[in-house]
Structure formats: structure tokens, C-alpha cells
């Protein structure tokens, strides 16, 4: 479910962002899922943002994101 996602992502992004658990164990367990269900919802996010006024609505989601984009960054740069 997308609440179910969105508090994984949530938790997950406050942990790495307050660099409690490192972002590789993160994407080992949900890195496909954050990034798909973040690249769905992100129009939605940004909606709402401008709606509501506030640009850090699901803020450590998005953060969390792009700490999953630069870990698959760094995976294919080393398979190259």
C-alpha cells in the first residue's frame, strides 16, 4: 500500500539522513521500491507542496530517493 511505502520511506530517510543506518543496507532492502514509488508519486508531492505551501512535505522520502539514485550510480559505475 502507498502508506505503507511512504512510512518505510519516511523512517528510512530520517535514519540515513541523520546518518544512523548507512544508505547501502537501506537500498539493499527497498532501493527499487523507494525509487519507483517515489518517480510515481513526486508529481502528486509536488502538487501538494505548491498547494499547501510546504516544500519539505515528504522531504526525507525525496532525500531518500536521491541517496538510492547515487548508490545505483556508484553499482553500475563499477560494473563498468
Known amino acids: 500500500s502507498v502508506t505503507g511505502v ?3 520511506a519516511f523512517r528510512s530517510g530520517i535514519l540515513v539522513y541523520r546518518k544512523l543506518v548507512k544508505a547501502d543496507i537501506v ?3 527497498w532501493g527499487e521500491i523507494i525509487q519507483s514509488s ?3 508519486i513526486q508529481p502528486l508531492v509536488a ?3 505548491k498547494d499547501i ?8 522520502w525525496e532525500y531518500l530517493y536521491n541517496e538510492m ?7 553500475q559505475q563499477s560494473k563498468d
Open 27 to 29: 537500498y539493499d532492502f
Open 38 to 40: 517515489w518517480e510515481k
Open 69 to 75: 539514485k547515487k548508490r545505483e550510480q556508484k553499482l
Open 47 to 49: 502538487d501538494m507542496r
Open 6 to 8: 511512504q512510512t518505510c
Open 53 to 60: 505551501g510546504d516544500s519539505n512535505m515528504f522531504r526525507f
